[in-house]
């Protein structure tokens, strides 16, 4: 079997360190792992494959010799290095958002449009989507691909662990703080998250919606190929570790019975349909999290409209929104256009 000599930059991050678990578990053919970080993190080491790897610091020449770049150092070190390792011959999948609107970026989930991988020979660079435009549109394309999506109306639940470890350790002390009667420092967040719900992920722009929300709304247009899809979202950061859950509204063209749904999503890659309520069985956070499926249910009629449907879906943000997604773009660009 050939192999590959990987980077992971931003290696140090929870994106990071799962994306180096997931290599690890998945059995990708890395040849040598290169861990490049900030010089903050320098000397550090990371287990792999029952080793210890040093972490590098991400310099213009640190990808001399690799053949895939797996990104997640922040949007700006992106914007900066991506292009920089993708002239030197390594194919760059970036989990920032730095380059998923740019035209000549595939924007892919594989599951959905794994066909569009092929397109990253214009730049170089493959985009990894934001993590709750991942797990809805894994839902989506099944339903879409049996009765057109004309409208989705998304208000989504977001785990801390999506603003990073600092965002993690916050709650947590926010927590603990509250618990045993202690002051708690706000520094990550303009308001407490523990026991608390912020309609607010990152910043706002002018049309009064959240540029988090806005990343739902075109992302999910590029990575479905049908720019005639309307999308409105809410995106709201929630009190829990692990797993965004999204409450999620779909108007199609005809009519998709909800025994119809849960049929072509069973049958979906990367879906599971957990749907008995009366027996209290619905997709949670807590189960989702370290898991590689999309979970989905709830699934029941809209009875506003002539042909909706609402449900539930949750996922691992750090897994399948993050990590898992990069190295499976990994796995199809060997497996098919390297």
Known sequence: MKTYNVAVAGATGAVGNEMISVLEERDFPVKNLVLLASSRSVGKTLPFKGKSVKVQELKEDSFKGIDIGLF??????????????????????DNTSAFRMDPDVPLVVPEVNEHAIAGYKKKGIIANPNCSTIQMVVVLKPLHDFAKIKRVVVSTYQAVSGTGMKAIKELEQQVLNLYNSRKIEIKVYPHQIAFNCLPHIDSFLDNGYTKEEMKMVNETKKIMEDPSIAVTATTVRVPVFYSHSESVNIEFEKDVT??????????????????DPLKNKYPLAINAAGKDDTFVGRIRRDE???HGLNMWIVA????????LNAVQIAESLIEKYM
């Open 316 to 323: 691992d943000n750090i897994r399948k929104g993050a990590a």
């Open 258 to 275: 909800p025994q119809k749904a849960r049929a072509l999503l069973k049958k979906a890659p990367g879906v599971k349909v957990v749907d």
């Open 304 to 306: 506003t409209i002539a």
């Open 72 to 93: 997640s150092p922040g949007g700006a070190v992106s914007t900066k290095f991506a292009p920089i390792a993708a002239a030197s011959g390594c194919v760059v999948i």
